[in-house]
């Protein structure tokens, strides 16, 4: 359910906000095989699974790196050595929900897969880039829940890896990958 849209032309960018709906496809064994690889994969460095990560404190187990922009170098980002600073993190409460804030943009890479050669391309990166990144500016801080969804949406803005994944590899927030 799209909510708005608004496309750039000068910048080639766009954003948009609204909810997704998911209902489970119908198919034969073969098909639900390939469906549940397929879902795997798009999860592996997706941003529901950073959420989730940052939700269960599994951040660097996960494979996660967070860099902060450097405040007097706007081309240099400083390694976030403990994200559960509490300069950046607010502990589960009793709403069950964390909290996490940055005063400036972030960059996040996924250490556990390797970019596609289509992203690489399309991005017009090298074709030696190890790792999948994105970059977040959060205009205030986010409330994550378990389930790994966000809120308020519109303050997370991404750029870079999870914005070339966008809508089409999005999991609904009752999916759980196998162990």
């Known amino acids: 359910m799209l909510d708005s849209f608004v496309y750039y032309y000068n910048t080639d960018n766009n954003t948009y906000r ?19 690889i397929a879902r795997n994969d798009a999860y592996q460095g997706s941003k529901l699974q950073f959420m989730r990560s940052y939700y269960d ?21 400083i390694h976030v050595k403990d994200p559960y600073d509490t300069l950046y993190y607010g502990a589960l ?3 069950m929900q964390i909290e996490i804030w940055y005063p400036r943009k972030i960059s996040i890479t996924y250490t556990k897969k390797k ?3 289509e992203y690489l ?3 017009k990166l090298p074709k030696s880039v190890p790792y999948p990144i994105t970059y977040i500016d959060l205009k205030d801080g ?14 997370l803005v991404n750029q870079g890896y999870w914005t070339w994944k966008n ?9 759980s990958p196998p162990d």
Not at 65 to 75: A, F, M, S, W
């Open 115 to 117: 970019p596609e050669p």
């Open 18 to 36: 609204g909810y997704c709906f998911y209902s489970e496809m119908e198919g034969n064994d073969s098909l639900k095989r390939i469906w549940h």
């Open 142 to 155: 986010i409330a994550i829940m378990e389930n790994g969804f966000y809120y308020d949406q519109k303050d």
């Open 57 to 77: 404190s599994t951040v660097i187990e996960d494979g996660w790196i967070i860099d902060l922009l450097d405040e007097n170098n706007p081309t240099k980002f």
């Open 121 to 123: 391309r399309k991005m």
């Open 93 to 95: 409460d009793s709403t």
């Open 167 to 175: 809508l089409a590899d999005q999991l609904p927030f009752d999916y």
